[in-house]
């Protein structure tokens, strides 16, 4: 079956430029994760769903970055006024339901690339 | 401050040998440890669990080991193949849904 798809899978942006990156996760999915992933670091947690519902946005860095989930299936991670900094992975992350959140599964990612 | 580290960038493994990848971790409130692996140009996926009520995950030739006392996790593949060669991450979780990962540690498994 089709797993979490992230488009596009390279964005490159220039610096002060919005950019708007989109995940489709499993169908019938119900939490739905961001990460950002620097060169040689692990994900970092950016924000969590559970349906349309975003309960946790501790780990945005900053308030340029916006994720929504209207209908709870796709997501857009958008990033207002783009910096070099913010050039990383995006890994999108989903998983069944609440319960059995522990167990995600990966997108392929959209790596950012501000210039 | 990281609250999970892997300590080791990289390992080599000869094929048909154990490979152990460790990782440490900060805070003893994590109630759930994961190992995921990555490819190249693709996303984690994720391979084995332990919750903190165990000791000892085995699923085939992984086996996941949580040493609760020294805040320390890891991963045993025996025997090793090429095709295991990839970046491992830990990762620990809370029933608050936020994790967290470590840097990775490559293992190539040589033939």
């Known amino acids: 079956g089709a797993g979490v798809s992230q488009s596009p899978r390279y964005k490159v942006a220039k610096r002060g430029q919005d950019v708007a990156l989109r995940c489709d996760p499993i169908?019938?999915?119900?939490?739905l994760f961001w990460y950002q992933q620097a060169l040689g670091q692990g994900p970092e947690f950016l924000t969590y769903f559970q349906n349309e519902a975003q309960l946790d946005k501790s780990g945005l860095p900053s308030d340029r970055f916006f994720a929504e989930r209207p209908e709870g299936s796709v997501s857009t991670l958008k990033i207002q006024r783009t910096q070099q900094e913010d050039s990383a992975v995006y890994l999108c992350?989903?998983?069944?339901?609440?319960?059995?959140?522990?167990?995600?599964?990966f997108g392929p990612g959209t790596r950012l690339t501000v210039t | 401050d990281q609250q999970v580290k892997q300590n080791s960038p990289s390992l080599s493994v000869q094929e048909g040998r154990i490979s152990i990848l460790n990782c440490d971790y900060t805070n003893s409130m994590f109630d759930y440890f994961l190992w995921y692996k990555k490819y190249p140009a693709e996303g984690p996926t994720f391979l084995i669990s332990?919750?903190?009520?165990?000791d000892k995950n085995e699923d085939g030739r992984f086996t996941v080991f949580l040493n609760k006392s020294a805040k320390h996790l890891s991963l045993h593949i025996v025997p090793s193949q090429p095709g295991d060669s990839a970046v491992y991450f830990c990762a620990t979780a809370n029933t608050g849904n936020q994790f967290y990962f470590g840097t990775g540690t490559s293992l190539t498994v040589i033939p």
């Open positions: 992350a989903s998983s069944p339901d609440a319960a059995s959140s522990y167990e995600q599964y």
């Open positions: 332990i919750s903190s009520i165990k």
């Open positions: 169908s019938g999915h119900v939490s």
